[in-house]
């Protein structure tokens, strides 16, 4: 057990470029998944049968295998269609169909909690469905859904190791290898664990920020101290004149 | 025929059903600019059907509504273009709960008429002033009272410069402290020639306000009245009924 080599390992190129590989992943994943969500949770709103048939399928396909099956078939099964894809694009669209169906749900709470009365008095206004969308049903429902996201971001890169099946070279890859061509699983595994850890502890911090920035009434906060600090400004200008 | 006798507002002979359910049964009405029409009625007699019939928020099946000289049921006029003419005010109030007082008057003005931020604000801040709540611009609706709300919901309808006001049981919802606050504001705009159509069961304020006032029962109209004809109680048996029930 050598702390020292821990720490090379952490330092050491292939272990920094297996971070950013398990960052990219999980960020792709994560965007592409909920743009998939988006689509699945309109489906399930759809006013047509069809919609909401596609919608049910997809969740329970999706939900009800394994994401290291999903993973495996989408590498193995694809080429098979003649549909050859990088292992990293498989990787990532694996985990980004799976991803869409716990974001399908998540995001369509977040909408049905915006109260219809809020849609009618934009109406009422004279707003156009995209404004009332815009301007009065996506503020809200983005505040409601921030935390279950927020739970998926983290849940989201920590599943991405499970590429490492097929061969992406992202972190645990590269710690596994590494451990296997000189035996020191510690020092590996650890240096995998400290950028795990690092990542996720990223993750929160953006997440506390992003759920702080969303919060009304702490806007207001910031907006009444610039102000108040504009006036003491002002304030001192005009003793100077 | 000059500007002012043309009806700001015709409804000549509407129907709607809810499925099978008629809700309204050939209803006809005639509201003329600056004059504040009250709908009274037992609940479910389909009135605020009625009312959101004239802003297409629930369109007739059949029959004409006129708004102006345009005919509105006929799909002449898109829905969010006539909306921008008439306000309305809700039982719940619907403020937008992520945005300030201020901000709740300011949204439409700047989405919709492209009101830069600072005259939104300073038009906001007059309109505040108007319903009587200069200091409370920066206060989120929870954090202000029933009748405040309310208040505020009457102001982000006026931003939009209205030819037309509907209140749908504006203080339904509110603790009676409270009623008199909203009454008086919107007593106040009839009396600045504000045309309103109003659905309530306060006689006080239709005493004070309305030049004319319809009687609604099982989505027909029963009585449609001036005000000094219907207050001088010449009316139906059945309104009187009615009038005796919610005066207790």
Known sequence: ?241 | MSHSQKPLLEVIGIDKAFGRQPVLKNCSLTLRRGETLVLIGPSGSGKSTLLRCVNLLSPADSGDVFFGRQNISRGEVPPHQLRQRIGMVFQNYELFSHLTAAENIMLAPMTVLGLNRTEARKQAENLLAKVRLNDRGDHFPDELSGGQQQRVAIARALAMKPELMLYDEPTSALDPEMIREVLDVMAELSAEGMTSMVVTHEMGFARRAANQILFMEEGEILENASASDFFSGQVSERARRFLDQILH
């Open chain 1, 1 to 241: 057990m050598s702390l020292a080599l821990m720490w090379q390992y952490v330092i050491s190129p292939a272990f920094l470029q297996g971070a950013w590989m398990t960052l990219l992943i999980t960020v792709s994943a994560l965007l592409c998944g909920v743009v998939m969500g988006l689509i699945l949770a309109l489906l399930q709103e759809a006013p047509f049968r069809a919609g909401r048939v596609v919608a049910f399928i997809y969740l329970w396909l999706f939900r009800g295998t394994p994401v290291l099956f999903q993973i495996i078939f989408v590498y193995n099964v694809l080429p098979g269609f003649g549909i050859s894809l990088p292992a990293f694009t498989c990787a990532v669209l694996a985990l980004s169909l799976n991803e869409g169906a716990y974001m399908a749900e998540i995001l369509r709470s977040g909408l049905q909690a915006v109260k219809s009365g809020q849609r009618t008095a934009g109406m009422a206004l004279g707003m156009t469905p995209v404004q009332i969308m815009r301007k009065i049903v996506l503020p809200q429902a983005a505040r409601i859904v921030l935390p279950p996201m927020g739970n998926q971001m983290i849940s989201m890169l920590k599943s991405s190791a499970l590429v490492s099946v097929i061969a992406v070279q992202e972190l645990l890859l590269i710690a596994n290898q590494t451990a296997s061509a000189s035996f020191r699983y510690f020092e590996a595994l650890c240096a995998a664990g400290i950028y795990y850890l690092l990542l996720t502890s990223i993750f929160m911090l953006f997440q506390a920020w992003l759920e702080r920035s969303l919060d009304p009434k702490q806007r207001r906060r910031r907006w009444q101290r610039t102000a108040s600090a504009g006036v003491t400004q002002s304030g001192s200008q005009r003793e100077i004149s």
